[in-house]
């Protein structure tokens, strides 16, 4: 139902977006008057108009070059692997140099993996970089069948094997629990696959530790309340249609209800940029909002098997999280480096939860132990922005080239 009104009411308000649109196409032959002061707010209030909706397509990367070794090179993306539910995406470089290959894993938390396209930019200087592309679930066909926890752990083996022997894996934020037990599983097995370091970022590998808002969310209702309430039906005629989700757009509503002021006030910012010509920190904001406003909903079996697994349960952290009927022992790794993140100020993983990972990992010795914590980043600070570049990223490559 919800996922019913939510389309009705994009297509209702969709005309008006239409005609604010065309209006500022006509700037131009207004010639100076359009930069009055009346016509600038006008303009501006339109152009706020036509913003006024989500997406459902992932934005580009728009990582045309990255320098290397001095030199600039171009990248372009390829698709390694093509599976139902997300691809294997390749950033290749125009460069013959040696570099360590790197699977970053994003999370599939109702934005697109372009999240982490600083994440990425920095990373490709000096790495190999593939990531987890996930694809929307409302363009998947139900007869793709299912995609849950396990299905996403199956992924991340098969992209492994995919790269081969002496890859390492970068994890950030909520597949860090699958990223570790990709890792636990293949090491059991003595796979050759298994990576040769595992980075966690800032993920809720253990939600005991200095509970959150988030982690007090998934837990003050049983599970059968968050499939009664939050999961829906695709409506036709998208793809999708009749695959049961967890709608991008009801994710992206509880991310900005947990600090509603701050993207009302970014709101007022970027209209008082466009009235006052200050073209430069408006796109900054739209940049930013542009991502945010990106959306992708979740299988209703993955998004219901993490909130109860790894949020309400704590499967992994106790010991009971299983794998195809295989209970998932973490003590198994021996031999992949391990490096936790966090951020001091993240108020949706917090301090301690991340590096509760080094309990888990028993055998492995501590000189392949590290962690990192980072002072005055929230959440995002940890994988985007300048401290990731000029503090964490160093330690992340320190950790990767000591592993090679």
Same mark, same amino acid.
């Given at each position: 139902m919800w996922y019913h009104i939510y389309e009705a009411q994009m297509q209702a308000s969709a005309p008006f977006r239409a005609?604010?649109?065309?209006?500022?196409?006509?700037?131009?032959?207004?010639?100076?008057a359009a930069d009055s002061p009346?016509?600038?707010?006008?303009?501006?209030?339109?152009?706020?108009a036509t913003r006024a909706t989500l997406t459902h397509v992932s934005p580009p990367f728009g990582i045309a070059s990255v320098k290397v070794e001095n030199r600039e090179v171009e990248v372009t993306e390829e698709v390694a692997l093509d599976l139902p539910f997300g691809n294997l995406l390749h950033f290749k470089k125009d460069s013959h140099a040696a570099q360590p290959r790197v699977l970053l894993v994003a999370p599939l938390s109702g934005h697109f993996a372009t999240l982490l396209r600083g994440t990425v930019r920095t990373m490709l200087?000096?790495?190999?970089?593939?990531i987890t592309d996930w694809k929307n679930a409302r363009n998947i066909p139900v007869s793709a069948g299912r995609f849950g926890f396990e299905d996403y752990v199956d992924y991340l083996i098969r992209m492994l094997e995919h790269l081969g022997p002496g890859a390492h894996i970068v994890?950030?934020? #909520?597949?860090?629990? #699958?990223?570790l037990a990709a890792t636990a599983i293949m090491a059991a097995n003595k796979h050759p696959c298994e990576p040769r370091s595992l980075t966690l970022m800032a993920g809720p590998i253990d939600c005991?530790?200095?509970?959150?808002?988030?982690?007090?969310?998934?837990?003050?209702?049983?599970?059968?309340?968050?499939?009664?309430?939050?999961?829906?039906? *695709?409506?036709?005629?998208?793809?999708?249609?009749?695959?049961?989700?967890?709608?991008?757009?009801?994710?992206?509503?509880?991310?900005?209800?947990?600090?509603?002021?701050?993207?009302?006030?970014?709101?007022?910012?970027?209209?008082r940029h466009l009235v006052e010509g200050d073209e430069q920190e408006a796109e900054v904001i739209k940049e930013f909002y542009d991502e945010y406003f990106a959306v992708l909903d979740l299988t209703e079996e993955f998004y219901?098997?993490?909130?109860?697994? *790894?949020?309400?349960?704590?499967?992994?952290?106790?010991?009971?999280?299983?794998?195809?009927?295989?209970?998932?022992?973490?003590?198994?790794?021996?031999?992949?480096?391990?490096?936790?993140?966090?951020?001091?100020?993240?108020d949706i993983c917090s301090v301690g939860q991340t590096p509760a990972a080094h309990e888990l990992v028993t055998k492995l010795?501590?000189?392949?132990?590290?962690?990192?914590?980072?002072?005055?980043?929230?959440?995002y600070g940890v994988f985007n922005g300048r401290r990731w570049e000029t503090q964490v990223y160093p330690t992340v490559r320190s950790v990767i080239l000591s592993t090679r």
């Open positions: 005609a604010a649109l065309a209006t500022l196409q006509m700037r131009g032959a207004l010639n100076g009346g016509a600038r707010q006008v303009m501006a209030a339109l152009e706020m200087q000096e790495h190999d970089v593939y994890a950030v934020c #909520q597949p860090c629990v #699958q990223a005991r530790v200095n509970p959150t808002t988030v982690n007090d969310l998934a837990t003050e209702h049983p599970i059968e309340w968050f499939r009664n309430n939050l999961i829906s039906a *695709v409506p036709f005629p998208l793809p999708g249609w009749g695959r049961r989700v967890y709608p991008g757009f009801m994710q992206l509503a509880a991310f900005m209800a947990m600090n509603p002021q701050r993207h009302i006030d970014a709101h007022k910012s970027l209209y219901l098997e993490t909130v109860a697994w *790894v949020f309400q349960e704590m499967r992994l952290p106790l010991g009971r999280l299983t794998h195809r009927g295989e209970t998932v022992d973490c003590s198994a790794i021996r031999r992949p480096a391990l490096l936790t993140v966090e951020g001091e100020r993240d010795r501590p000189h392949l132990r590290s962690q990192h914590l980072q002072p005055g980043v929230g959440h």
